[in-house]
């Protein structure tokens, strides 16, 4: 029996890009890739009936973002990209082990912006309590040489952003108790650790002075992606009309409703999944890895 002969490179060049996050936040992702990459397919997984990740034990986090990854994949993601500061923490090292493609956290991305644009070497962490303890910031600025960093964790930021609040009198309170300490020491270089954090630049901007370079985990984690689809010539360069899926483990219409007003319509056609459900291909082009998981570990 006779077939067609598959080129590979060409399936994998019009394969989607997955972006999991334990929420809303990673939308600020989501939204910066399709800046850069316009041409692009999208199939985007938040895992609002678990979240907030921040405040879990890392391995249940673990657990959490494994299994979401393995939806996407399932959907023959040409790239997955880790789109949660506290997930990148627990599950890295795991995920680049476990899949055949690239994947991109936005931890070292952020790290490595902020080494390059301080100026005094003083640079501020804001992240969830998960993150602060993993300690993941820390040691990817370990090797750069004087840099002094100030981590403060800031749960209540994810729950406002995830109530649709990023202003008020109330959330003006909460960031200067949270700023305090990296006003305090002198940091002129802050990190948004969070992916929701994106979400309250303006206020964290306010509070900290403009002379504070704030350096997004969300735009330098879409940029790292720009560059490894990039490098391994799988980018889309030509127009083309992209699909883009937002799929959500929570309440798909006040995930829609929620992503539309936070991210100026950007969000649209939202599906419920279980992830004890038996995944089904996604629209017209029915994205399905044929192969099989590394094994797991």
């Known amino acids: 029996m006779s077939s067609e002969p598959v080129d590979l490179e060409e399936d994998l060049v019009n394969a989607p890009i ?8 990673g939308l600020t992702v989501a939204h910066a890739a399709v800046d850069l990459m316009p041409n692009e397919d999208i199939i985007y997984l938040g895992d609002t009936a678990r979240a907030p990740y921040g405040e879990k034990h890392i391995a249940e986090v673990r657990e959490y973002a494994l299994q979401c990854l393995d939806r996407l994949d399932f959907h023959g993601v040409k790239a997955l990209v880790i ?3 506290t997930a990148s923490s627990a599950v890295l090292r795991d995920a680049r082990e476990r ?5 991109i956290d936005v931890i070292m991305p952020a790290a490595r912006r902020a080494s390059l644009v301080t100026r005094n070497g003083r640079i501020g962490v804001i992240c969830t309590e998960a993150t602060a303890r993993s300690r993941s910031y820390e040691d990817a600025l370990a090797a750069v ?3 002094h960093l100030t981590t403060r964790a800031c749960p209540r930021f994810v729950d406002f952003v995830e109530r649709g609040i990023t202003g008020g009198p109330e959330l003006e309170a909460v960031a200067r108790e949270y700023l305090e300490p990296i006003r305090r020491a002198g940091c002129d270089t802050v990190i ?3 992916t929701h954090y994106p979400l309250l630049a303006g206020l964290i901007s306010m509070t900290l002075g403009d002379e504070v370079t704030l350096v997004s985990s969300s735009e330098e984690c879409a940029r790292a992606s720009y560059a490894v689809l990039t490098r391994r010539g799988v980018l889309h360069t030509g127009p083309r009309e992209p699909s883009r899926y937002f799929l959500t483990t929570g309440n798909a219409e006040k995930f829609e409703m929620l992503g ?4 100026q319509g950007f969000v649209h056609d939202v599906h419920r999944v279980g992830m004890d459900e038996t995944p089904a291909p996604l629209g017209d082009r029915a994205f399905v890895r044929t192969g099989e998981r590394l094994p797991q570990h």
């Not at 997955?18 to 936040?25: A, H, L, R």
């Not at 899949?99 to 994947?103: A, E, G, I, K, L």
């Open 18 to 25: 997955g972006i999991f996050d334990s929420g809303f936040g």
């Open 83 to 85: 789109a949660c500061n």
């Open 99 to 103: 899949y055949r493609v690239p994947v």
């Open 145 to 147: 040489p004087g840099v």
């Open 192 to 194: 948004l650790g969070c």
């Open 260 to 263: 539309r007003r936070l991210m």
